[in-house]
């Protein structure tokens, strides 16, 4: 609040000033702090100085604050420079200047400042939300995506189509990954919170902004008991975001796990990043899914460290065409799996997986595939709206399909 003072003495300046070289300069200072804004994340993929940049967003934060401190001074000595001949008019200037920023703007940037507060105070308990009534409530729903901070591939903000498509999905359970957008250069959203209201969907995301990560998050139609964040190993590339939830499903705790493993030329980060993962997998006691970004191919090193060590399944291990994105699980039955189009929407397409909890651990899982819905119960169909099974893949921006050879169902 005291430095809304310094605003009128700062627009006399640049008007007193040549406009277009100041407005120049301070354009090309914004820029330099957006970008080292970006760079403390995206230091992997700058053409230069990348390294020198990572995770320095104190330094960054520190320097932004030495630039507003420096304004200051240079403000306090502009004001203290005037000819000594209008001190007198110039100190009842300032008493009247400041009688009214006391009486007159201090109160109205109080009151502003209080009505910004008060939107913590509906959060500050917990919103309850609706479960979802199922004619079985042992079977869910999965989905994993890379929403590419809710900005579509023509650099568009898409929050509500975002919003729309995993709402026609009818996901239970929702892994999205790089969601931070908590930045300058992404105008700062609390991306999972709008979600969170939007859907009326339980959230959590992690790790913080603070670690520079691109940021992984949960939405569940069902209660979140615990969840752990982690950051995964990550010596040389970026760094890699982790989250380890329980999820209470109909009086079933069931375990999740939603990642973004690093980059592909970083083999040493995926190695090590695949080994913590499984070690995560291996200790679930409770069934589990595994929603995330590997960056390999099918039966690669990491793949197969994950199946075996994790101790879990892939959903369709047919499935040769994916690269990014993969679904594993364990102690569950398998019902169906499908693959949706981006549209343009993202760069990522949409992965569902529908399972059931078993009954008893005798219970087999289903090993027997089919593409044709007739043989199944409707209740476990996926929507109608992305159409029907398609064998390859979608390359229309503007439409959401199933492709892939999907949608795939799973019988005893």
Request: proline share 5%; with cysteine; net charge neutral.
């Amino acid at each position: 609040i005291g430095r809304a003072g310094q605003w009128p003495y700062i627009i006399q300046a640049v008007i007193g000033s040549p406009s277009a070289r100041t407005m120049t300069l301070a354009m090309f200072i914004y820029i330099v702090w957006v970008l080292a804004a970006v760079w403390v994340v995206a230091y992997n993929f700058v053409p230069f100085g990348g390294e020198l940049a990572r995770e320095k967003t104190g330094a960054v934060a520190v320097l932004v604050m030495l630039a507003i401190a420096s304004l200051a001074f240079f403000i306090g000595r502009e004001r203290g420079s005037s000819d000594k001949r209008n001190v007198l008019k110039r100190t009842e200037s300032i008493g009247a200047d400041r009688r009214f920023f006391a009486y007159g703007t201090r109160p109205v940037l109080i009151l502003i400042v209080l009505l910004a507060l008060s939107g913590f105070a509906v959060r500050y308990e917990r919103l309850e939300y609706q479960k979802p009534l199922k004619e079985e409530p042992r079977e869910f729903t999965a989905m994993i995506w890379t929403i590419h901070f809710c900005y579509d591939n023509k650099g568009w903000p898409s929050f509500e189509r975002a919003a729309q498509l995993i709402n026609n999905t009818g996901a239970d359970v929702v892994g999205l990954l790089e969601t931070d957008a908590s930045r300058p250069f992404l105008h700062s959203h609390d991306l999972t919170m709008w979600l969170e209201e939007r859907l009326g969907m339980y959230a959590d995301f992690g790790p913080a902004t603070k670690k520079h990560t691109w940021g992984a998050a949960l939405l569940s139609k069902y209660p979140i008991i615990k969840s752990e964040h982690h950051l995964l190993p990550s010596p040389e590339g970026e760094l890699a975001p982790a989250i380890s939830a329980t999820v209470n499903i109909s009086g079933h705790l069931t375990d999740f796990v939603i990642v973004h493993m690093g980059n592909d030329g970083d083999d040493l980060d995926r190695k090590l990043q695949a080994e913590a993962l499984a070690n995560i997998l291996a200790n679930f006691e409770n069934p589990a899914v595994f929603l995330g970004y590997v960056t390999s191919q099918p039966f690669s090193r990491d793949y197969k460290h994950l199946v075996k060590t994790g101790n879990v399944k892939d959903i369709d291990s047919t499935d040769l065409k994916r690269w990014c994105q993969y679904i594993f699980y364990k102690k569950l039955i398998r019902l169906g799996y499908a693959r949706i189009s981006h549209g343009g929407l993202s760069d990522t397409e949409t992965q569902l997986a529908k399972f059931r909890i078993p009954e008893s651990p005798e219970e087999k899982d289903h090993e027997r595939l089919t593409t044709d819905p007739a043989k199944i119960p409707q209740r476990i169909h996926f929507p109608a709206m992305f159409g029907s099974y398609y064998e390859y893949s979608h390359a229309s921006w503007g439409r959401h399909q199933y492709q892939d050879k999907t949608p795939k169902y799973f019988l005893p």
